[in-house]
């Protein structure tokens, strides 16, 4: 599965606010990428242009070479760009079951004709999906529960059901926006584990925003490191967290 | 013993009419988060149908020329004229009849299309009011435009069940009426219990997620309420032909709220919840209807004490059953009761 991940000279506005002032990234194939860098640096806002919920003022979003500036969230999806949010956002009344299995990729059952007129079509494509979710969701400890409301999880929970329903969309680019936060350091682990297996093994790639570098670090290919809307950094990650500018930015603020 | 009977049909036509409106609001309010404010707007689209077709396309079979008679002057002349023509041909009788509901559906549809073009850039409070506007639109329209159903006036319907009469005449339209309201709720059953149904309440859980994975929203909101619209369409075809006139000030916001009403009371979110909501409101609704025939002369019209009923009620529910009385219910896959069972 190629995936190539570039943004160019992207700039974002918000009034006043220069969220992103011109930035470059890439997401090489098969790599997992980190973006660091302090509160309200621009890294949730650099997510939303990429995954399509802002519109860049400037610049471009390229991937696998096509042009996807401006595009919108569902049709950004159908490229194989997945995104989850640094704050969940839970189908609350849904069982985590059915959180899942909503993010399964072009599901014949959610027409009206199939969902009315041919149950076998659907059945089938649940069946397998539902298979995919156990996986799931032994991976993320979300096994006792599976039958309860979203809204019922604790923090952490929600958290890595944001992670399950990106697992489960089939995706090439994972967008995460911080995926640990809050979850506990032995299962944060495992979960970048995993991460990396799924680069290894269905050649998935992955740009990480965290703040948790001593759990992350370690697993990542790559770094860029954010300050007021600019790339100050990048590299491997022994060399980014040792650039001075980059301790600068996060000591000054 | 024949009046019980009767009521009991008379009970059974209203249910049909109002457990289809309840069910529609249900799919696009209580499933899709959809504020449907304007629900009159395409229950008068379906009446408004029947009204502006029926009699003119029928009057020249019965044998009358419109372009000698002013048809909104005459139109109970004409339109008793053609139930009467209509009585000694059942099976085109039955097929007008038929095919009325589904235009009146049609054009319900096509409403909800127009209607949903706001829905992609308004926000929620906001596309509520349009769609209240729009329905006022629609009655004021057609209460000042003769040609649609003879505004003022109103225009009669006819009667496509004239071939029988009496009691066999009343249970056989409730009978049809009916078949056609549980038609309706059981494919909507069937509908939001599918994968469908789940990405109806994903919508309204958290939009912005749902775009996230793949879902176009704008689209299904269109799809369901245009879906939503074609049902109180149909609902709106059976009315005009219950009562026999269609008349615009009879499409006046009020019933908006009282289909509101029924989902509330019942339980947004579920389907059985609908059905209970509209029977709840029918019994308060004709029991009162009812009572009025046997009552003394009052110094109010009893029709208001409805309302101070559904309010009380509507009020107890919130407070003690905020989410109505049956309330939605989480939806456990099948396979997983399978996997328990083993
Ligand atoms: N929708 C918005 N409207 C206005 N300003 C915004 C909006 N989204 C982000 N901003 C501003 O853009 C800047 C960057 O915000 P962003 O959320 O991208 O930061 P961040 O790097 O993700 O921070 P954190 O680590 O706290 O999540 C902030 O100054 C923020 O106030
Ligand atoms: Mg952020």
Redesign the pocket.
């Known amino acids: 599965m190629v995936s190539d991940l570039r943004t160019i000279n992207v700039t974002k506005r ?1 009034g006043g ?1 220069t ?1 992103l002032n011109s930035v470059n990234i890439r997401v090489e194939p098969d790599s997992i990428v980190m973006l660091i ?1 302090p ?7 650099l997510i939303n242009v990429i995954a399509g919920y802002y519109k860049p003022d400037k610049g471009h979003v390229l991937f696998n070479g096509f042009d996807i500036t401006g595009w919108l969230p569902h049709e950004i999806f159908k490229t194989g760009i997945v995104r989850t949010f ?1 704050i969940p956002r839970p189908f609350k009344k849904l069982s985590v079951l059915d959180n899942l299995l909503l993010a399964v990729r072009s599901n014949p059952g959610e027409s009206i004709i199939n969902a009315l007129f041919r149950a076998e079509k659907w059945k089938e494509r649940e069946r397998e999906a539902l298979q995919k979710a156990y996986d799931v969701l032994e991976l993320l400890d979300l096994e006792r529960v599976k039958n309860k409301k979203a809204a019922e999880l604790s923090g952490g929970q929600l958290k890595l059901l944001e992670i399950g329903r990106a697992l489960m969309a089939e995706p090439k680019l994972i967008l995460m926006d911080e995926p640990v936060a809050g979850v506990n350091p032995s299962l944060a682990h495992e979960i970048m584990d995993h991460i990396v297996s799924l680069r290894n093994t269905l050649r998935l790639s992955f740009l990480i925003v965290e ?1 948790r570098l001593d759990i992350v670090l370690d697993y990542v290919d790559k770094v860029y490191a954010m300050s007021h809307g600019k790339v100050i950094s990048v590299g491997k990650p022994s060399r980014v967290i040792s650039d001075p500018q980059v301790v600068e930015a996060y000591l000054g603020g | 013993m024949i009046d019980i009977l009767r009521i009991i049909v008379d009970f059974t036509a209203f249910y049909s009419i109002y457990l289809m409106l309840s069910v529609s609001l249900n799919l696009e309010y209580g499933y899709t988060g959809i504020p449907n404010f304007g629900k009159v707007m395409f229950f008068a689209g379906g009446a408004f149908t029947v009204g502006a077709i029926a009699g003119r396309m029928l009057a020249p079979l019965a044998g009358i020329d419109l372009s000698k008679l002013d048809y909104c002057m005459n139109n109970v002349y004409v339109g008793s004229l053609v139930s009467r023509y209509l009585a000694q041909h059942a099976g085109l009788a039955l097929a007008v009849f038929i095919a009325l509901v589904i235009a009146g559906s049609l054009v319900g549809a096509f409403l909800g299309w127009l209607a949903s073009y706001p829905s992609i850039r308004l926000r929620e409070d906001y596309l509520g009011m349009t769609l209240v506007v729009s329905g006022e639109l629609l009655r004021i329209v057609s209460l000042n435009y003769d040609p649609l159903v003879c505004g003022t006036f109103g225009a009669k319907t006819p009667n496509p069940f004239s071939f029988l009469s009496g009691f066999a005449m009343d249970f056989t339209r409730s009978a049809f009426m009916f078949t056609i309201a549980m038609l309706t709720w059981l494919i909507v059953g069937r509908l939001v219990k599918s994968p469908f149904g789940r990405l109806l309440k994903a919508i309204r859980e958290e939009e912005e997620a749902a775009e996230a994975l793949g879902k176009d929203v704008v689209k299904v909101r269109m799809k369901v309420l245009m879906l939503g619209s074609a049902i109180a369409g149909a609902a709106g075809a059976l009315y005009a032909f219950y009562i026999g006139i269609v008349h615009p000030s009879d499409y006046a916001p009020l019933r908006t709220f009282i289909v509101w009403v029924m989902v509330i009371i019942g339980g947004a979110g579920n389907n059985l919840g609908a059905a209970v909501g509209a029977l709840i409101y029918l019994f308060v609704d004709r029991t009162l209807a009812i009572a009025k025939t046997y009552m003394p002369v009052l110094p109010f019209d009893l029709n208001y004490l409805t309302y101070v009923f559904l309010g009380i009620i509507l009020i107890l529910v919130l407070i003690f059953k905020p989410e109505g009385l049956i309330p939605e219910s989480l939806e456990v896959r099948e396979e997983i009761r399978e996997e328990a069972s083993q």
């Open positions: 918000f606010i969220a860098g509160n309200g640096s621009g890294k949730t806002t640094q703040h």
